[in-house]
């Protein structure tokens, strides 16, 4: 449920409020981002309450405040030394320029179309290798001489490590040097490719087939971003799957790091219907927060499954009492939240790796009297995305920051990823068999397991971000 910066103005007035003159008020202009970060830090932050200099009684008054900030020479410092230690907070992040931010928010990325993953090599803690997800379409990798299952070991010739993939795979422009999935080994063929990124914006509604078995219609879609901007294509495509009687829903979660709560709630309500104004997950502000919303709103505290879109089309809901559900270690955030809220109301099945585990979500705060868009300070583009909320179900669990496990548990096998979509696919394969056999699984012979290391959307901060969005 969205909630409204406006009604956010008292609280603002409440909680960074100092008993001063007039002139002691005054915040000198080189100070102002800083007093941004800090106040809004100070009002948002989950874990407000563990943070000293965060302490609603930290600053007498806002000379205090100034002299305190007037030691930092860089916002995004200040940020993190405003923030818990980053065994807790992996995630909250600030933006010199939000147009990026924005643009990461909404899947419009600067991207050259190959989504990757990173492991470790056998036994050895730095050296590491990637391989293709899946590429994007009308993106220069879908012009090039690359595909799902193609294995790198080095960028422009030099060999991925622990220390460097950030900065090799950071450029605008580079050249992946290929190699064999030689029965585990990484063995360099010779082969390379140069990929150039381009801005880009991904519509998360990558696959989707149908496949009869019997009686049995089992419905598959790949699903890869929780972006509002994208909501009408999800809806047609449960339109089609619901067009054509699926009986069962397979739905490959494996790559999606996250993204908006309300789509993610909507997504939950596509797959049911047969829930509506019922709880589907719990927001957990910090306790200040928490007090305001139980006093002045309680409802925005919870997200409800529903019946329409953001744009009020209504939803082609399944009216489904099980689901399939891929994931891997990169399946995160509002991804989690999904299965989480489900597991109360209906069986889900969990097939792959463990989930990342982000059980926490953000929120985009701007420099303005209500840290809402309008009226942002025109002198600076700063923007912060810290933590600011928990999420747990209606049967009140949340507590998954070690990952979600799975049901049936299988790794992706580097040596046979197969065709997203294709009925041989290995992990949709999985999926398949378990439906047609009722759970009578047959024994699979276990892919050589590598250490995870990274994927491309965890190395651009915020593509991995759960969020709530504030009018």
């Not at 989504?115 to 994007?136: A, E, N």
């Not at 009686?215 to 809806?235: A, D, R, V």
């Not at 585990?357 to 929120?363: H, I, L, T, Y």
Request: a neutral charge; hydrophobic letters at 35%; charged letters at 15%.
């Amino acid at each position: 449920m969205k909630k409204s910066f406006s009604s956010l103005s008292l609280l603002v007035l409440l909680f960074v409020a100092f008993s001063c003159t007039k002139d002691d008020l005054a915040v000198p202009d080189e100070l102002r981002v800083y007093d941004f970060v800090w106040k809004g830090m100070n009002q948002y932050y989950l874990w407000q309450a563990d943070v000293p200099n965060l302490a609603d009684n930290r600053f007498a008054s806002q000379s205090s405040l100034n002299d305190f900030l007037s030691g930092y020479s860089d916002p995004t410092a200040l940020f993190n030394d405003l923030r818990v230690s980053s065994s807790i907070d992996r995630f909250s992040v600030i933006f010199s320029d939000y147009t990026v931010l924005e643009g990461i928010l909404s899947g419009n990325t600067l991207n050259n179309g190959v989504d990757y993953g990173l492991r470790y090599k056998t036994g050895s803690t730095t050296d590491i290798f990637g391989w293709v997800r899946y590429i994007l379409p009308n993106s220069d990798a879908s012009t090039k001489n690359i595909q799902r299952g193609a294995i790198f070991y080095a960028v422009n010739g030099t060999p991925l490590t622990a220390s460097n993939y950030q900065s090799l795979l950071s450029a605008t422009t580079y050249t992946l040097n290929l190699a064999d999935f030689d029965n585990g080994n990484i063995t360099p063929n010779g082969q390379s490719v140069t990929l150039t990124k381009t801005q880009l914006s991904e519509n998360p509604v990558y696959a989707s087939n149908v496949f009869t078995q019997g009686t049995k219609k089992i419905g598959y879609l790949m699903y890869n971003g929780f972006y509002s901007q994208y909501e009408n294509q999800l809806n047609t495509a449960f339109g089609q799957l619901k067009s054509q009687n699926i009986t069962h829903l397979v739905l490959d979660l494996r790559y999606n790091s996250g993204g908006s709560i309300d789509t993610a709630t909507r997504l939950a309500s596509l797959i049911t219907g047969q829930f509506t104004g019922q709880v589907f997950a719990k927001q957990q502000w910090n306790g200040k927060l928490d007090a305001y919303w139980l006093q002045n709103n309680p409802n925005s505290l919870f997200n409800y499954f529903t019946t329409t879109t953001g744009n009020g089309s209504l939803l082609n809901s399944l009216n489904l009492n099980k689901v399939y559900i891929l994931t891997s270690r990169s399946t995160a955030s509002a991804s989690e939240l999904v299965i989480n809220g489900l597991k109360p109301y209906i069986q889900v099945i969990q097939i792959g790796d463990t989930t990342t585990g982000k059980n926490v979500g953000s929120v985009t705060l701007y420099d303005s009297p209500n840290f809402g868009k309008s009226g942002a300070n025109p002198n600076h583009k700063y923007a912060m995305q810290p933590l600011v909320l928990k999420t747990i179900n209606a049967a009140g669990f949340g507590d998954y920051q070690s990952g979600l496990t799975s049901t049936i548990q299988q790794t992706e096998d580097y040596g046979n990823m197969g065709i997203i979509g294709d009925a041989n696919e290995p992990l949709l394969a999985t999926a398949i068999n378990e439906i047609i056999t009722n759970g009578r699984m047959s024994v699979r012979k276990p892919g050589k397991n590598f250490v995870y290391c990274s994927d491309s959307k965890a190395i651009e901060p915020l593509r991995n971000e759960m969020y709530v969005e504030l009018e």
